[in-house]
């Protein structure tokens, strides 16, 4: 992944084939981060944040629903992926890569909770099985495409 032109309005990126099929295979995975994982307090909750988490729990979920449409519309948009020679461009706005990175990064952390929440050096360390390789897999997946958005 390459970034091949950047202005104040638009980002394109040159993409491979197989980077191309990548990013849409992450894409699907989303949403990762389990309902209900964000919380108003870590020390569990009184009687007076019950119904502040009822909505922030609502919020999420509406949230979370509007962007599972936008990744099915993303990937299926003829106009998201243009051929080029060599593979694709992706052109993306502010707004819609600030949208895909909180994408990507929901499939990222989702996945290390689903590991357990590893540190890093025990996740390195961590000999793949049947359930954990795609795991491990979309966490390294993501964090490429995150990197080559923001650099």
């Known amino acids: 992944m390459k970034r091949v032109s950047d202005s104040a309005d638009k980002m394109v990126f040159h993409l491979h084939p197989r980077e191309r ?39 999420l979920a ?13 990937i299926e948009d003829p106009h998201t992926f243009e ?10 706005t502010r707004p819609q890569m600030e949208w895909l990175l909180q994408v990507l990064n929901d499939v990222r952390v989702g996945s290390w909770l689903k590991l357990g ?6 996740r390195r360390k961590t000999v793949p099985t049947e359930d ?13 495409f995150q990197s080559n958005l923001i650099t």
């Not at 894409?27 to 209900?36: D, F, K, S, T």
């Not at 051929?83 to 992706?90: E, K, M, N, R």
């Not at 929440?117 to 025990?122: M, Q």
């Not at 954990?132 to 490429?144: H, I």
């Open 62 to 74: 509406e949230q979370r629903q509007e962007h599972r449409q936008r990744v099915r519309q993303f």
């Open 83 to 92: 051929t080029v020679t060599g593979g694709c461009h992706l052109a993306l």
């Open 117 to 122: 929440a590893p540190e890093e050096e025990a």
């Open 21 to 59: 099929m990548l990013l849409q295979e992450v894409l699907q995975l989303y949403p990762l981060v389990p309902a209900g994982h964000q919380k108003l307090d870590r020390h569990g909750l009184d009687a007076t944040l019950v119904e502040g988490q009822q909505l922030l729990d609502e919020a």
């Open 132 to 144: 954990t390789e795609p795991l491990l897999y979309a966490m390294d997946v993501c964090a490429y």
